[in-house]
């Protein structure tokens, strides 16, 4: 189970942390990735991380901006998202492959069986 939180509205060039508390399976086993929705468009990639932390990757349009990191002892994986625009505004997903051990995080939502449910991230100009 995959849960999701930490959205929220903020003005454009300002700041969130989300994060994505994991239960059910050993944590530290998986990769984990998040993704994005916005109104209209298809859900896509935003950023992964390896079951170590040691591999990241990152979409182009969040590069440099946004940051990936997870901590196997609490169970949780964090998106820091920096210098927010207007078109970050969206629903983001974390979620979990159905493998363990990957060493090069997927970056599609084929890579990915376990869903959280979601939180809005509302980006005004």
């Known amino acids: 189970q995959l849960q999701a939180s930490g959205g929220g509205s903020v003005q454009a060039g300002g700041s969130l942390r989300l994060s994505c508390a994991a239960s059910?399976?050993?944590?530290?086993?998986?990769?984990m990735g998040w993704f994005r929705q916005a109104p209209g468009k298809e859900r896509e990639f935003v950023a992964a991380?390896?079951?170590?932390?040691?591999?990241?990757a990152y979409s182009d349009s969040v590069k440099g901006r946004f940051t990936i990191s997870r901590d196997n002892a609490k169970n949780t994986v964090y998106l820091q998202m920096s210098s927010l625009k207007p078109e970050d505004t969206a629903v983001y997903f974390c979620?979990?492959?159905?493998?363990?051990?990957?060493?090069?995080?997927?970056?599609?939502?084929?890579?990915?069986?376990?869903w959280g449910q979601g939180t809005l991230v509302t980006v005004s100009s």
């Open positions: 991380i390896s079951w170590s932390g040691g591999s990241t």
């Open positions: 059910g399976r050993t944590f530290s086993n998986y990769a």
């Open positions: 979620a979990a492959p159905l493998r363990a051990w990957t060493v090069v995080p997927g970056t599609s939502t084929r890579d990915y069986t376990y």
